[in-house]
């Protein structure tokens, strides 16, 4: 019986534990630690020392660079102005960049809405701007849908079982596609040369 107390009792404070984190996290407690193992990852796997293409750079944003661009003379909190993306577009194809990619999910309209134009915030309306004349950038985007969804979607238009068995092997498909992309992007950005910004 002591074993299965023990056991219900280190339970308990496993699920408290993981409970009270999880609140912490939810309200932006842990962010500071997730930016600086996020930058300590970025930056500590990246080997400079093996032969790198200088055909591919990646320009990282740090907790290093934010730290630096909030102090003055920029005075720049965070988030920073859309603007300031836009000039690094600016920049990385005045710099020869060939293609421009964006991790950075820009979901909602900026912050900085003092200036509007036809309910736009002059600030997105720059960046748009700049990644328009660039015309080599790509920016992410977040499907809202689950896989589970789509599947019910077309099993419900085809009532076919077969048709259920193709959808499954799509599905691993991709998959195992996403899960390729991310460990190749891990493999690259440990060979290529970074830029922190």
């Known amino acids: 019986m002591k074993i299965k107390e023990k056991l219900k009792f280190n339970?308990?404070?496993?699920?408290?534990?993981?409970?009270?984190?999880?609140?912490?996290?939810?309200?932006?407690?842990?962010?500071?630690y997730e930016n600086t193992l996020s930058d300590f990852i970025s930056t500590r796997f990246t080997d400079s020392t093996k032969a790198s293409s200088n055909k591919i750079v990646f320009v990282l944003l740090s907790q290093k660079c934010l730290n630096e661009a909030d102090k003055p003379p920029y005075n720049m909190g965070w988030p920073w102005?859309?603007?300031?993306?836009?000039?690094i577009v600016r920049y990385l194809k005045l710099s020869g960049a060939k293609l421009i990619v964006f991790t950075t999910?820009?979901?909602?309209?900026?912050?900085?809405?003092?200036?509007?134009?036809?309910?736009y915030p002059i600030d997105d309306l720059e960046f748009a701007r700049e990644i328009k004349e660039a015309g080599n950038v790509i920016l992410p985007y977040a499907f809202n849908?689950?896989?589970?969804?789509?599947?019910?979607?077309?099993?419900?238009?085809?009532?076919?079982?077969?048709?259920e068995n193709t959808i499954n092997n799509v599905i691993n498909g991709y998959k195992k596609a996403i899960n390729s992309l991310v460990y190749a992007f891990s493999?690259?950005?440990?060979?290529?040369?970074?830029?922190?910004?």
């Open 81 to 87: 102005k859309r603007t300031i993306y836009g000039k």
């Open 105 to 119: 999910l820009f979901s909602e309209r900026s912050v900085y809405r003092d200036k509007l134009i036809d309910g």
């Open 11 to 32: 339970l308990t404070i496993i699920i408290l534990i993981t409970i009270i984190v999880s609140v912490i996290y939810m309200f932006g407690g842990m962010r500071k």
């Open 145 to 163: 849908t689950s896989l589970a969804q789509i599947k019910k979607s077309i099993i419900r238009q085809t009532n076919d079982s077969q048709i």
């Open 187 to 197: 493999i690259t950005l440990r060979a290529h040369p970074t830029i922190e910004i």
